[in-house]
């Protein structure tokens, strides 16, 4: 199961909803039990531009990718953090902060 997430400037990524389901406010707007209409549709709009979205999409695979079963060996945890543009760093660390305390 997919789910569309779009950004302010008009730019979608899919990811599974698994993944989606990393983020609090992710998850509560597409909960089966809600009416809102990011669930019906599953289509989840993040009012940020679409470098902060990819990376914000980027981010949630890869912690998904950590918590999940199985061997990490092969990855360093350092890779996410080394693929940060200085450009988008705060823009992304409050839209990660606000996602992440909306539980």
């Not at 669930?39 to 980027?58: D, G, L, Y």
């Not at 693929?83 to 823009?91: F, K, S, T």
Request: glycine share 4%.
């Amino acid at each position: 199961d997919w789910v569309k997430i779009t950004s302010s400037d008009g730019y979608s990524f899919l990811v599974k909803r698994s993944v989606a389901m990393i983020s609090g406010t992710l998850k509560n707007m597409l909960s089966e039990d809600s009416s809102f209409r990011e669930a019906i549709a599953n289509t989840c709009p993040i009012s940020e531009r679409a470098a902060v979205v990819e990376k914000v999409c980027e981010y949630m695979s890869f912690k998904a990718y950590y918590e999940g079963p199985g061997s990490k060996e092969g990855v360093d945890v350092n890779e996410f953090t080394e693929r940060i543009p200085p450009e988008v760093a705060l823009e992304l660390y409050v839209t990660l902060f606000i996602s992440s305390n909306a539980v």
